[in-house]
């Protein structure tokens, strides 16, 4: 033990006189960091992408991104003597040839789901704790372009194979485009090097799949991480945890064996999964070819709700008087809409911290109940993702529930609309319920279930005080004061400056924070702390005078 | 919890500068406290170890051992590819037992008292921000950048400019006449050749009802010279035969060919193939986002998101009373374009 010490110490002195290391390791070994399994969501998703990395690099080594034609002749029987793309042929022959080539191709591919699952949940996670809250906007807005760079990227790498599935998805791609008013056609030439299908897709959406987009991604992620070590992570509220703290375990030892042993977790998962479940056997779909398709074929899940967003979209479009073609139909859902969605996700730090006018730092998290509106608009969020998705696969659901595609679809537009509000509402009330109930336990202790009958007949139940654990999480809240919109003009008569942009302001705070639930004062807890000693002392005064029976006490099990 | 400490702490009306109550004591765990509890945990850990070594031995086992097209029965499960089963098994095994120890040694025998960290403002100090200011005044007061006005603006044009030569480049990524998309191979008198068999087709060889993918003569030639399936993505049809008098409109007058109807396979919405149809309503389905087409209504969308009509390629027959074209397109195929008009 002693010589793996001493022979460290010796390493890190030779290190040291070539690159400060000891002042960086002094400052970092015994970094703090807070403890929760939702803080491992981002550790799978950054895990993932390393173990894409490895396996992908490994797959490039055979597989070979020609569109050129040639005739299989691998060990894949009902393929032999077909003509297709040499791509398709090499991930034929990585999938029965190699040895181990199956097993690169399904880690990576679950991989890949894991990874889109991860970053979604990871998402999720951070919305609903307020961890986007100053200082961590750039982190929210990076976090969220690497989720739009990621969904492009496993488009990627999902069309590289060149199978009939895929090659599908990429002809909608390309019809998609297509659809852009003004510049649609051309950017369909440019990137297809011609029409569709052409022979130049499959090597160009190699170099984007496997240098262009994981040289941005590993810049985005590396300055993701860097700027966590350096906001120091959020915690979560409770005893001995404040804005001014970071409370957990440190970096090394306790972090280096949890965090390391939980990339071979992950890593260990996946490499099971390739190994037991078979994902996108290209080899039963065949060779893309332009005239063919698959019935019931459906994209990796998280491409599903374009997919969904195109099916529901009226069939909408228009020739203007110079006889140009608005695809209305298509652009919308295709581009027009993911556009708003990644802009409003990107914005929503931008938006909550204008309506609250909050400047100040944040680095405990908020438990999603103490801010209903954000809570309902995310609720809200993934209703109108889960309706979108549900409705990419309505031709399997209607087959399988025997319903009439027409049916689901009009459901679809229907619901699109009256469902996230209605999941805002009732999200938002829910919440409200939760904080009213929180502010009971604090005044008057939780509610025991044991009964109390009174001498005079009376029941009562027995709350029994919180733990201080509760008690420190709940009184974490804070209370926003609602904005008022100032008057039209100053006293001089002079019209307020933005007027109207304060006015939004004001309705935007109170939809946000006029219905919330006050946190007891000081003074009330004060209050209801001495109501319920005197009451009971009281009650125990007369019960003696009386000369009475002690009441009995009927718990819950005590019938 | 007495009354007093919780008024307390609720008046600490703040941003949560100090924690509302103290940090819990530290729980000793049974390895803390039971030398032989922390000896058993210190064995499972190596036993974890241990065995992922072993797996990775294994694994060779298997690579070298298994060839790569042998199969194992797995009865419920399906015939399986015994490579990738056996070399999943054992080197997912391996890392998850690497990961599995690593994460038990941390939570059994590392220390587990949490630990408290100050964390200081963001920014920096005031003073720091104020030099940097000034450092930053200094590099432009001495670059001259704000008194000479014609450096600053041909800088800034020449900056402005330098990008283009990037952009130029892309131009030639791909040609751009989009009249190829108004173009399909179909022309007058070319022969329907049925999919796969390739055979040119007779009217007694279509069934009323049934639906047939057909391509143009010649198509395989033009993609053996071409080197693209770009031919093939335009040209490709489907044939149906109804009753004459089920037919209640088409596209041009006779373009059938005693109630046989060729349209164009590619869906207008955004390009699928389709081959989905319903002989009792004479509607073809779009599998892809279930666009639906009335054939016997000169291919009018009846639902979905498509916004065109089917193509209808007119067609008759020739002398030897084969299917021909009786002409090509008289409308683009496929998905909307901007040009299309
Ligand atoms: C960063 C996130 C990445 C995602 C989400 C991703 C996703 C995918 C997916 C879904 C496939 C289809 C696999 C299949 O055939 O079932 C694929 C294929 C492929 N990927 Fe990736 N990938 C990523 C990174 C990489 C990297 C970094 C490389 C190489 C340096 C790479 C190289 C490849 C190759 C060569 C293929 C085609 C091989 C084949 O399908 O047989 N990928 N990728
Ligand atoms: S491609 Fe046919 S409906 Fe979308």
Same mark, same amino acid.
């Given at each position: 033990m002693s010589v793996i010490v001493k022979e460290a110490g010796r390493a890190i002195s030779r290190a040291d006189e070539r690159a400060p290391i000891s002042s960086l390791l002094k400052a970092n070994l015994r970094k703090v960091f807070p403890d929760h399994w939702s803080f491992m969501l981002g550790e799978i998703a950054l895990y993932s992408f390393i173990i894409l990395l490895l396996?992908?690099?490994?797959?490039?080594?055979?597989f070979k991104p020609s569109m050129t034609e040639v005739v299989y002749n691998g060990s894949y029987a009902p393929l032999v003597g077909i003509k297709m793309s040499e791509a398709y042929a090499s991930a034929l022959d990585l999938s029965f040839d190699v040895r181990g080539g199956l097993l690169l191709r399904q880690i990576h591919h679950w991989a890949a789901l894991f990874f889109m699952a991860a970053m979604v949940v990871h998402m999720f996670r951070i919305f609903f704790t307020g961890a986007f809250r100053k200082p961590?906007?750039?982190?929210?807005?990076?976090?969220? !372009?690497?989720?739009?760079?990621?969904?492009?990227?496993?488009?990627?790498?999902?069309?590289?194979?060149?199978?009939?599935? !895929?090659?599908?998805?990429?002809?909608?791609?390309?019809?998609?485009?297509?659809?852009?008013?003004?510049?649609?056609?051309?950017?369909?030439?440019?990137?297809?090097?011609?029409q569709f299908p052409g022979n130049d897709f499959i090597p160009r959406l190699y170099t984007f799949h496997v240098l262009l987009v994981p040289g941005i991604l590993l810049a985005l992620i590396g300055l993701h991480l860097i700027l966590i070590f350096y906001h120091k992570h959020t915690q979560y509220p409770g005893p001995g945890r404040s804005n001014t703290n970071v409370v957990g375990f440190p970096l090394f030892p306790v972090y280096v064996a949890k965090a390391g042993g939980f990339f071979f977790v992950v890593f260990g998962v996946t490499a099971l999964m390739g190994g037991l479940v078979s994902i996108n056997p290209i080899w039963a779909y065949g060779p893309y070819v332009p005239d063919q398709v698959t019935a019931g074929s459906q994209p990796d899940w998280y491409i599903g709700f374009l997919d969904g967003m195109l099916r529901a979209m009226p069939n909408w479009e228009w020739e203007d008087f110079l006889g140009r073609t608005w695809s209305w139909n298509i652009f919308i859902p295709g581009a027009v809409m993911p556009g708003i969605l990644v802009g409003l996700l990107l914005a929503y730090p931008f938006i909550? *911290?204008?309506?609250?006018?909050?400047?100040?730092?944040?680095?405990?998290?908020?438990?999603?109940?103490?801010?209903?509106?954000?809570?309902?608009?995310?609720? *809200?969020?993934?209703?109108?993702?889960?309706?979108?998705?549900?409705?990419?696969?309505n031709d399997l659901i209607a087959i399988t529930f025997n319903l009439s595609i027409n049916q689901l679809i009009w459901f679809t537009r229907i619901a699109i609309f009256i469902a996230p509000p209605l999941a805002f509402l009732a999200t938002r009330r829910f919440c409200l319920g939760l904080q009213r109930r929180d502010r009971e336990k604090l005044l008057h202790g939780r509610e025991s279930g044991q009964i109390l009958r009174l001498p005079h007949g009376e029941f009562i139940e027995i709350h029994t005080p919180i733990s201080d654990d509760e008690k420190a999480v709940i009184l974490s809240k804070e209370d926003y004061p609602v904005v008022a919109a100032p008057p039209a003009t100053d006293e001089n008569g002079v019209r307020t400056p933005g007027l109207r942009a304060k006015r939004w302001r004001a309705r935007l705070s109170r939809a946000y924070f006029g219905d919330n639930i006050q946190k007891p004062t000081p003074a009330e807890i004060e209050a209801a702390a001495h109501?319920?000693?005197?009451?009971?002392?009281?009650?125990?005064?007369?019960?003696?005078?009386?000369?009475?029976?002690? =009441? *009995?006490?009927?718990? =819950?099990?005590?019938? | 919890m007495s009354e007093k400490t919780s008024?307390?702490?609720?008046?600490?009306?703040?941003?949560?500068?100090?924690?509302?109550?103290?940090?819990?004591?530290?729980?000793?765990?049974?390895?803390?406290?039971?030398?032989?509890?922390?000896?058993?945990?210190?064995?499972? @850990?190596?036993?974890?170890?241990?065995?992922?070594?072993?797996?990775? @031995?294994?694994?060779?086992? @298997?690579?070298?051992?298994?060839?790569?097209?042998s199969t194992l029965n797995l009865g419920p499960?399906? @015939?399986?590819?015994?490579?990738?089963?056996?070399?999943?098994?054992?080197?997912?095994?391996?890392?998850?037992?690497?990961?599995?120890?690593?994460?038990?040694?941390?939570k059994k025998l590392m220390s587990d008292e949490e630990i408290v960290d100050e964390r200081h403002p963001l920014g920096s100090p005031k003073e720091d921000q104020d030099a940097a200011l000034e450092a930053f005044q200094t590099g432009v007061a001495e670059s001259g950048f704000v008194e000479r006005k014609i450096v600053r603006r041909s800088l800034i044009g020449a900056l402005l400019l330098f990008p283009v030569p990037l952009i130029v480049f892309l131009k030639d990524m791909g040609p751009t006449d989009v009249n190829v998309l108004r173009e399909t191979l179909w022309k007058k008198g070319d022969r329907i050749l049925v999919d796969i068999t390739l055979q040119p087709l007779r009217p007694e060889d279509l069934n009323v009802g049934t639906l047939v993918s057909a391509s143009p003569e010649g198509l395989n030639e033009v993609q053996e010279l071409e080197h693209t399936q770009n031919a093939r993505a335009k040209a490709s049809i489907i044939l149906v035969r109804m009753k004459p008098e089920e037919i209640r409109s088409q596209q041009g007058d006779n373009w059938d060919y005693q109630g046989i109807l060729a349209f164009s396979k590619? $869906?207008?919405?955004?390009? $699928?193939?389709?081959?989905?149809?319903?002989?009792?309503?004479?509607?073809?389905?779009?599998?892809?986002?279930?666009?639906?087409?009335?054939?016997?209504?000169?291919?009018?969308?009846?639902?979905?998101?498509?916004?065109r009509q089917m193509p209808q390629l007119p067609i008759t027959v020739d002398e030897e009373g084969y299917l021909v074209a009786a002409d090509g397109f008289q409308q683009p195929v496929g998905p909307s374009f901007w040009e299309r008009g």
């Amino acid at each position: 033990m002693s010589v793996i010490v001493k022979e460290a110490g010796r390493a890190i002195s030779r290190a040291d006189e070539r690159a400060p290391i000891s002042s960086l390791l002094k400052a970092n070994l015994r970094k703090v960091f807070p403890d929760h399994w939702s803080f491992m969501l981002g550790e799978i998703a950054l895990y993932s992408f390393i173990i894409l990395l490895l396996t992908g690099v490994y797959l490039t080594i055979w597989f070979k991104p020609s569109m050129t034609e040639v005739v299989y002749n691998g060990s894949y029987a009902p393929l032999v003597g077909i003509k297709m793309s040499e791509a398709y042929a090499s991930a034929l022959d990585l999938s029965f040839d190699v040895r181990g080539g199956l097993l690169l191709r399904q880690i990576h591919h679950w991989a890949a789901l894991f990874f889109m699952a991860a970053m979604v949940v990871h998402m999720f996670r951070i919305f609903f704790t307020g961890a986007f809250r100053k200082p961590r906007e750039l982190n929210w807005v990076i976090g969220g !372009s690497m989720f739009l760079i990621v969904l492009l990227e496993g488009f990627a790498g999902y069309s590289l194979p060149d199978d009939l599935l !895929s090659g599908v998805g990429v002809r909608i791609v390309a019809g998609i485009i297509e659809a852009v008013p003004i510049v649609g056609t051309y950017l369909m030439f440019f990137i297809f090097g011609g029409q569709f299908p052409g022979n130049d897709f499959i090597p160009r959406l190699y170099t984007f799949h496997v240098l262009l987009v994981p040289g941005i991604l590993l810049a985005l992620i590396g300055l993701h991480l860097i700027l966590i070590f350096y906001h120091k992570h959020t915690q979560y509220p409770g005893p001995g945890r404040s804005n001014t703290n970071v409370v957990g375990f440190p970096l090394f030892p306790v972090y280096v064996a949890k965090a390391g042993g939980f990339f071979f977790v992950v890593f260990g998962v996946t490499a099971l999964m390739g190994g037991l479940v078979s994902i996108n056997p290209i080899w039963a779909y065949g060779p893309y070819v332009p005239d063919q398709v698959t019935a019931g074929s459906q994209p990796d899940w998280y491409i599903g709700f374009l997919d969904g967003m195109l099916r529901a979209m009226p069939n909408w479009e228009w020739e203007d008087f110079l006889g140009r073609t608005w695809s209305w139909n298509i652009f919308i859902p295709g581009a027009v809409m993911p556009g708003i969605l990644v802009g409003l996700l990107l914005a929503y730090p931008f938006i909550e *911290a204008w309506v609250t006018g909050d400047k100040r730092e944040h680095h405990l998290l908020e438990r999603p109940r103490n801010n209903p509106t954000r809570t309902g608009i995310g609720v *809200a969020a993934i209703v109108f993702y889960g309706i979108l998705v549900i409705n990419g696969a309505n031709d399997l659901i209607a087959i399988t529930f025997n319903l009439s595609i027409n049916q689901l679809i009009w459901f679809t537009r229907i619901a699109i609309f009256i469902a996230p509000p209605l999941a805002f509402l009732a999200t938002r009330r829910f919440c409200l319920g939760l904080q009213r109930r929180d502010r009971e336990k604090l005044l008057h202790g939780r509610e025991s279930g044991q009964i109390l009958r009174l001498p005079h007949g009376e029941f009562i139940e027995i709350h029994t005080p919180i733990s201080d654990d509760e008690k420190a999480v709940i009184l974490s809240k804070e209370d926003y004061p609602v904005v008022a919109a100032p008057p039209a003009t100053d006293e001089n008569g002079v019209r307020t400056p933005g007027l109207r942009a304060k006015r939004w302001r004001a309705r935007l705070s109170r939809a946000y924070f006029g219905d919330n639930i006050q946190k007891p004062t000081p003074a009330e807890i004060e209050a209801a702390a001495h109501h319920s000693h005197e009451e009971h002392d009281h009650e125990v005064e007369e019960l003696h005078a009386g000369g009475k029976e002690v =009441p *009995a006490v009927l718990g =819950p099990d005590s019938h | 919890m007495s009354e007093k400490t919780s008024t307390e702490l609720a008046t600490a009306e703040h941003h949560g500068e100090e924690p509302l109550f103290p940090l819990p004591p530290h729980r000793h765990r049974l390895t803390d406290t039971d030398p032989r509890a922390a000896r058993r945990a210190e064995r499972q @850990v190596a036993t974890m170890f241990v065995l992922s070594a072993l797996l990775v @031995v294994a694994f060779v086992a @298997v690579y070298v051992g298994v060839d790569v097209r042998s199969t194992l029965n797995l009865g419920p499960f399906g @015939v399986v590819n015994a490579s990738n089963l056996l070399l999943g098994l054992t080197m997912g095994g391996a890392i998850l037992l690497i990961g599995i120890g690593a994460i038990h040694w941390a939570k059994k025998l590392m220390s587990d008292e949490e630990i408290v960290d100050e964390r200081h403002p963001l920014g920096s100090p005031k003073e720091d921000q104020d030099a940097a200011l000034e450092a930053f005044q200094t590099g432009v007061a001495e670059s001259g950048f704000v008194e000479r006005k014609i450096v600053r603006r041909s800088l800034i044009g020449a900056l402005l400019l330098f990008p283009v030569p990037l952009i130029v480049f892309l131009k030639d990524m791909g040609p751009t006449d989009v009249n190829v998309l108004r173009e399909t191979l179909w022309k007058k008198g070319d022969r329907i050749l049925v999919d796969i068999t390739l055979q040119p087709l007779r009217p007694e060889d279509l069934n009323v009802g049934t639906l047939v993918s057909a391509s143009p003569e010649g198509l395989n030639e033009v993609q053996e010279l071409e080197h693209t399936q770009n031919a093939r993505a335009k040209a490709s049809i489907i044939l149906v035969r109804m009753k004459p008098e089920e037919i209640r409109s088409q596209q041009g007058d006779n373009w059938d060919y005693q109630g046989i109807l060729a349209f164009s396979k590619i $869906c207008t919405h955004v390009g $699928c193939p389709i081959a989905l149809y319903q002989q009792r309503t004479h509607h073809l389905l779009c599998p892809c986002h279930q666009s639906t087409f009335d054939l016997s209504d000169s291919g009018n969308v009846v639902f979905g998101p498509a916004a065109r009509q089917m193509p209808q390629l007119p067609i008759t027959v020739d002398e030897e009373g084969y299917l021909v074209a009786a002409d090509g397109f008289q409308q683009p195929v496929g998905p909307s374009f901007w040009e299309r008009g």
